[in-house]
């Protein structure tokens, strides 16, 4: 994905989302609506809250995390109990269905009972020492104060898989929001610190760009987290490694779906379309490529261009309500061209392949477009972020080798996000789950949705990460280091390795 939609050396004027040093956040479904506003911090301002952020972490990282964990859970109430306010405001920033906001909020909610309960495990091991009369041990301990930039497509959930785990573990943070979509992570801490948490634990910035470069660069900045394109990533990644600082990314993907010819259609129908089109295509695990046998694909093409003409009223141009705008105009037609490009380069335009409203009337949104492609094809390879579903044939005499084909062209990309496979066929099922390149891999279900707030380690392999793990207990990595202590209570010099 594009972080934050800002390209490098592309300012928010640029864009029109600044008037008088303030970021203006607009409703993408309806954007005569202002829906926040938010002062960008100036340097002098984002120096005091790193230094607020490193002189909160001398004392929050002294609380024993049993304690950190009630700070946490009263937090948690207050997620609960203001869960449909904070859905709404979700809603109207971003433009997702209302329903999907909940389950943003909701997730916030998960993820916090999770590491509400790391506060009392937090487990480090014990060793068999070498010689009589000693113990070694080693502990997890906090590293100092984090940076978390964000992405507008999940911008209430995101922050707290980040937020959740630093703090149980004795960090503290300093969030930047995306620009596009700023007042929830701003509501995420507001929570943190109406629950009670220690001045300075836990902080926002704004800005674009240029404000994130600058906290994951200062040297009190101990940890960066961030969950956006690969450009900025790997750009986050040299500060990162510059400065030997902890850094997790989460970045973009190109996810598939193979679909066997024994496969359930009316499951395909329905888990495709939600990968493909929830939150209008605009999340890192989008379903954006299916590839699917030849002997189906025709029944299961016209299945999906029914349903994703469904979505939309052809005549007026105009979206259902239960399907997400696009974030802004620049990624509006930036869809367009790339479908205009794939369309130009062979591929077969099934259904959508416009733009239904480019704000003149309502808000940017895009049809829910299919297409035939050819691997190799750019289309096939390269991220949309949005309501695209690119469709590959594969035409073998049995499952086997279908499945052999399909896994080939689903691993040759730069990604390794998301996959999934639909088949009733346990054996084939299982060697695709072995097979994929990806940090997240489904059977029977859509590339989206992942479970956060425990079961799943979310994260990517290949260019969508560096092996960090977010919203499970793998994310506690990112956020300590490691003590060995070794306790001698034999009352007499032991030299390892000699004695
Ligand atoms: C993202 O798009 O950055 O698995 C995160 C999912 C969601 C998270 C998406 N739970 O689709």
Same mark, same amino acid.
């Given at each position: =994905?594009?972080?934050?939609?800002? $390209?490098?050396?592309?300012?928010?004027?640029?864009?029109?989302?600044?008037?008088?040093?303030?970021?203006?956040?607009?409703?993408?479904?309806?954007?005569?609506?202002?829906?926040? $506003?938010?002062?960008?911090?100036?340097?002098?301002?984002?120096?005091?809250?790193?230094?607020?952020?490193?002189?909160?972490?001398?004392?929050?990282?002294?609380?024993?995390? /049993?304690?950190?964990?009630? +700070?946490?859970?009263?937090?948690?109430?207050?997620?609960?109990?203001?869960?449909? $306010?904070?859905?709404?405001?979700?809603?109207?920033?971003?433009?997702?269905?209302?329903?999907?906001?909940?389950?943003?909020?909701?997730?916030?909610?998960?993820?916090?009972?999770?590491?509400? &309960?790391?506060?009392?495990? =937090?487990?480090?091991?014990?060793?068999?020492?070498?010689? !009589?009369?000693?113990?070694?041990?080693?502990?997890?301990?906090?590293?100092?104060?984090?940076?978390?930039?964000?992405?507008?497509?999940?911008?209430?959930?995101?922050?707290?898989?980040?937020?959740?785990?630093?703090?149980?573990? &004795?960090?503290?943070?300093?969030?930047?929001?995306?620009?596009?979509? !700023?007042?929830? &992570?701003?509501?995420?801490?507001?929570?943190?610190?109406?629950?009670? @948490? !220690?001045?300075?634990?836990?902080?926002?910035?704004?800005?674009?760009?240029?404000?994130?470069?600058?906290?994951?660069?200062?040297?009190?900045?101990?940890?960066?987290?961030?969950?956006?394109?690969?450009?900025?990533?790997?750009?986050?990644?040299?500060?990162?490694?510059?400065?030997?600082?902890?850094?997790?990314?989460? @970045?973009? &993907?190109?996810?598939?779906?193979?679909?066997?010819?024994?496969?359930?259609?009316?499951?395909?129908?329905?888990?495709? @379309?939600?990968?493909? +089109?929830?939150?209008?295509?605009?999340?890192?695990?989008?379903?954006?490529? @299916?590839?699917?046998?030849?002997?189906?694909?025709?029944?299961?093409?016209?299945?999906? %261009?029914?349903?994703? #003409?469904?979505?939309?009223?052809?005549?007026?141009?105009?979206?259902?309500?239960?399907?997400?705008?696009?974030?802004?105009?620049?990624?509006?037609? #930036?869809?367009?061209?790339?479908?205009?490009?794939?369309?130009?380069?062979?591929?077969?335009?099934?259904?959508?392949?416009?733009?239904?409203?480019?704000?003149?009337?309502?808000? +940017?949104?895009?049809? /829910?477009?299919?297409? #035939?492609?050819?691997?190799? =094809?750019?289309?096939?390879?390269?991220?949309?972020?949005?309501?695209?579903?690119?469709?590959?044939?594969?035409?073998?005499?049995?499952?086997?080798?279908?499945? $052999?084909?399909?896994?080939?062209?689903?691993?040759?990309?730069?990604?390794?996000?998301?996959?999934?496979?639909?088949?009733?066929?346990?054996?084939?099922?299982?060697?695709?789950?072995?097979?994929?390149?990806?940090?997240?891999?489904?059977?029977?279900?859509?590339?989206?949705?992942?479970?956060?707030?425990?079961?799943?380690?979310?994260?990517?392999?290949?260019?969508?990460?560096?092996?960090?793990?977010?919203?499970?207990?793998?994310?506690? %990595?990112? +956020?300590?280091?490691?003590?060995?202590?070794?306790?001698?209570?034999?009352?007499?010099? *032991?030299?390892? *390795?000699?004695?």
């Amino acid at each position: =994905m594009t972080i934050n939609t800002i $390209e490098k050396n592309q300012t928010l004027e640029d864009m029109g989302l600044i008037k008088d040093g303030k970021i203006i956040n607009i409703n993408p479904a309806k954007i005569t609506e202002i829906v926040s $506003e938010h002062v960008i911090d100036s340097q002098a301002d984002l120096d005091k809250k790193l230094k607020k952020s490193q002189e909160a972490f001398l004392k929050w990282k002294k609380l024993p995390a /049993p304690t950190r964990a009630q +700070y946490l859970a009263k937090a948690n109430i207050i997620f609960a109990e203001r869960k449909e $306010e904070l859905s709404l405001i979700l809603h109207r920033e971003n433009g997702k269905p209302l329903e999907e906001a909940r389950g943003e909020i909701q997730e916030i909610i998960d993820v916090f009972e999770f590491f509400i &309960g790391e506060g009392r495990r =937090m487990y480090g091991t014990t060793g068999q020492s070498e010689m !009589p009369n000693k113990t070694i041990m080693t502990i997890k301990q906090p590293i100092g104060p984090a940076v978390f930039i964000t992405a507008w497509n999940f911008p209430a959930a995101v922050p707290s898989w980040k937020a959740a785990p630093a703090l149980i573990c &004795g960090n503290t943070f300093i969030l930047k929001p995306s620009e596009l979509a !700023p007042l929830s &992570g701003k509501l995420f801490v507001d929570v943190l610190n109406e629950a009670g @948490l !220690p001045e300075g634990v836990a902080q926002c910035a704004f800005g674009a760009g240029d404000v994130g470069e600058y906290l994951a660069k200062h040297e009190l900045t101990k940890i960066v987290s961030i969950t956006g394109s690969v450009a900025v990533g790997r750009h986050v990644a040299e500060i990162a490694a510059n400065g030997f600082k902890k850094c997790a990314l989460e @970045l973009g &993907g190109k996810n598939s779906t193979i679909v066997l010819k024994d496969a359930d259609l009316d499951l395909v129908e329905d888990g495709v @379309l939600w990968g493909a +089109y929830g939150t209008g295509g605009q999340r890192c695990t989008s379903t954006s490529r @299916l590839i699917i046998e030849k002997s189906i694909s025709s029944e299961v093409i016209s299945r999906l %261009e029914k349903r994703s #003409k469904a979505l939309y009223d052809e005549t007026n141009n105009k979206c259902a309500i239960n399907y997400a705008p696009i974030i802004n105009k620049k990624q509006l037609e #930036k869809i367009h061209r790339m479908v205009e490009e794939a369309i130009k380069e062979g591929a077969e335009l099934v259904c959508g392949g416009k733009i239904l409203d480019d704000g003149t009337h309502n808000g +940017y949104f895009y049809a /829910p477009t299919i297409l #035939k492609v050819k691997h190799g =094809m750019k289309i096939s390879t390269t991220e949309v972020f949005g309501p695209v579903l690119s469709v590959i044939e594969i035409d073998e005499k049995d499952k086997e080798t279908a499945l $052999e084909k399909a896994m080939i062209i689903a691993n040759d990309i730069e990604y390794g996000l998301s996959n999934s496979i639909f088949t009733k066929d346990v054996n084939l099922g299982m060697q695709a789950v072995h097979d994929f390149e990806s940090g997240l891999v489904y059977l029977n279900a859509p590339t989206i949705g992942a479970e956060c707030g425990g079961a799943s380690q979310f994260g990517g392999w290949k260019n969508t990460g560096n092996g960090s793990r977010e919203s499970g207990i793998a994310a506690l %990595e990112t +956020y300590t280091q490691y003590k060995t202590i070794a306790i001698d209570y034999s009352g007499k010099l *032991q030299r390892a *390795q000699i004695d």
